[in-house]
């Protein structure tokens, strides 16, 4: 059963200022690709979301702040994104969902407003047989997670700390699992709470797959963690792009892949590349694949 949602400790969640940036393009478009190559196979699977945040998000009210109008995010990111005729496959795919979304709430203009999140993007794509469970701590963003989802089935929502959803939830009944591991960092204990949820997952379900989202910046721990990913010794791949190089704060943002499906890195590798010439906001903007443990 769910539980109830508690207080959060000393989370700032700001997440509906970034909705929609480049981060999110770049995990959100990453996470479809996990999705469809999961439903390759007929048997379900389950989904946990282990930082679901509220599972939409209204980007007419980005720009508010708490005491002065911020600048968006979105028109760099989704927003760049909308009209654009050339995209690959991968990004088609991802494209399609969130138009879907926006369109659905009501949206009739000819820019985005309702920008789904992680949640509802997987919703879109679950199948009967697929399972989601969704963990948000902070005690807004769980009581709008739980008004999204109420009443629908194979949906569970949990209002305690997602590093918890470790233990719940692995071994799945499924025998098959896809978690996304996606926390705001804004605690010095963060890159090691994240690598101590990824170990203890393989742990638990060595054969699942497990996507974890990280910011690039100067003082970031990005590649102290990716070290920790390459001593489980698993296959595992990070993904990243680079849109300011040069711009203080976050430069780009990565998704690494533990126990990545077959063949997601070729689209993966697409779409990080096509991602980088049509979000870049300086000439060195760039987007990669490399493997942590080779296949």
């Not at 708490?66 to 989704?78: K, L």
Request: aromatic share 8%; net charge positive; hydrophobic share 40%.
């Amino acid at each position: 059963m769910p539980v109830q949602c508690k207080k959060p400790m000393g989370v700032n969640y700001r997440h509906a200022f970034h909705a929609g940036n480049p981060a999110d393009v770049l995990k959100h478009a990453l996470l479809v690709g996990l999705v469809r190559a999961f439903q390759r196979k007929e048997t379900g699977f389950l989904f946990v979301d282990t930082h679901a945040g509220r599972g939409r998000y209204d980007l007419s009210l980005a720009a508010e702040g708490d005491t002065r109008p911020r600048r968006p995010e979105w028109p760099g990111g989704i927003g760049a994104l909308w009209d654009r005729a050339d995209v690959p496959p991968g990004v088609a795919d991802y494209l399609g969902i969130v138009r879907a979304f926006d369109r659905g709430q009501g949206n009739l203009a000819a820019t985005p407003r309702f920008y789904p999140g992680s949640p509802r993007i997987a919703h879109a794509m679950a199948r009967e047989q697929d399972r989601l469970e969704l963990w948000e701590k902070q005690p807004a963003e769980c009581a709008a997670l739980r008004d999204e989802f109420k009443g629908v089935r194979r949906v569970s929502v949990h209002g305690e700390d997602g590093y918890g959803a470790i233990r719940a939830c692995l071994p799945p009944r499924e025998r098959r699992a896809l978690v996304l591991i996606d926390p705001p960092y804004e605690s010095q204990g963060e890159w090691a709470a994240v690598a101590a949820a990824v170990g203890e997952g393989v742990g638990r379900f060595p054969g699942g797959t497990t996507a974890v989202w990280y910011p690039l910046t100067e003082r970031a721990g990005a590649e102290g963690f990716l070290d920790s990913v390459r001593a489980l010794g698993l296959p595992s791949l990070a993904v990243e792009l680079v849109t300011e190089p040069a711009g203080p704060g976050m430069r780009g943002s990565g998704v690494a892949v533990i126990n990545p499906p077959w063949q997601f890195e070729d689209g993966a590798s697409t779409t990080a590349a096509y991602l980088a010439s049509a979000l870049a906001r300086g000439a060195a903007a760039h987007g990669s694949l490399r493997w942590i443990v080779p296949r």
